[in-house]
């Protein structure tokens, strides 16, 4: 079963900010390191709940994300570039293991 997530990016500027904001809504672990490969680490995870990377976990190897990022417009380029980059790194990781993709970004305004 897919799981479906809502951003509200309009109040985040810069990169911090986006990290600051995933993970809370993620649930990401007191240890996450407020970075791109930390990023890519806890969402490669959502599939693998034991992991213990987020709160928010896929049910099965086969379930995506979508996530709906909405507020782009008054997003910075560093902070939408982070975002895009880190799905398709997640997604390619998924690849490389036989699997679909793992998140559907779907980018709003």
Not at 79 to 91: F, K, P
Request: hydrophobic content about 45%.
């Amino acid at each position: 079963m897919n799981k479906r997530i809502s951003l509200d990016l309009s109040s985040t500027k810069t990169v911090e900010q986006l990290h600051a904001v995933l993970k809370n809504v993620f649930g990401f672990p007191d240890f996450y390191g407020n970075n791109f490969p930390a990023l890519v680490d806890c969402w490669s995870s959502l599939r693998y709940p034991d992991d213990d990377m987020s709160a928010l976990v896929l049910d099965a190897l086969d379930d995506r994300l979508e996530l709906c990022a909405n507020g782009l417009a008054s997003c910075s380029e560093d902070v939408i570039r982070t975002l895009i980059s880190a799905v398709e790194a997640v997604n390619n990781r998924a690849r490389l293991n036989s699997l679909e993709a793992v998140i559907l970004l779907v980018l709003n305004e």
